[in-house]
Nanobody, 124 residues
Framework: QVHVEESGGDLVQTGESLRLSCTAS????????VGWFRQAPGKEREVVSC????????WYSDAVKGRFTASRDSVKNTRYLQMGDLKPEDTGTYYC?????????????????WGHGTQVTVSS
């Protein structure tokens, strides 16, 4: 079972950038399609991105497309989310977890395990 730990969240101003990290322990992360998810206060968790296990394809939500970039370091068993041009609506707790496409909808995988997340706050 994969255990994950997210880090890199911070309080930033609108328009600034952040890079989040997600380090996995256990089986190699590359065995899974891995996504980033976020949850804003009072809202349901939503998917931000999902990268196929091969690394060839990454899906992004319309809310972040063109501003966020997911990447990985297989040697470090770590995933990254480079976030640019941050907006107040990007505020939330960010998580990484295994993802899957079901009928074209990106969801957490049934084998997803959740860390504590990392808090991103964007002030206007």
């Amino acid at each position: 079972q994969v255990h994950v730990e997210e880090s890199g969240g911070d309080l930033v101003q609108t328009g600034e950038s952040l890079r989040l990290s997600c380090t996995a322990s256990g089986p190699p992360f590359d065995h899974y399609s891995v996504g980033w998810f976020r949850q804003a206060p009072g809202k349901e968790r939503e998917v931000v991105s999902c990268t196929t296990w091969s690394g060839e394809t990454t899906w992004y939500s319309d809310a972040v497309k063109g501003r966020f970039t997911a990447s990985r370091d297989s040697v470090k068993n770590t995933r990254y989310l480079q976030m640019g041009d941050l907006k107040p609506e990007d505020t939330g707790t960010y998580y990484c977890a295994a993802c899957v496409s079901v009928g074209g909808v990106i969801l957490p995988s049934s084998v997803a395990t959740w860390g504590h997340g990392t808090q991103v706050t964007v002030s206007s």
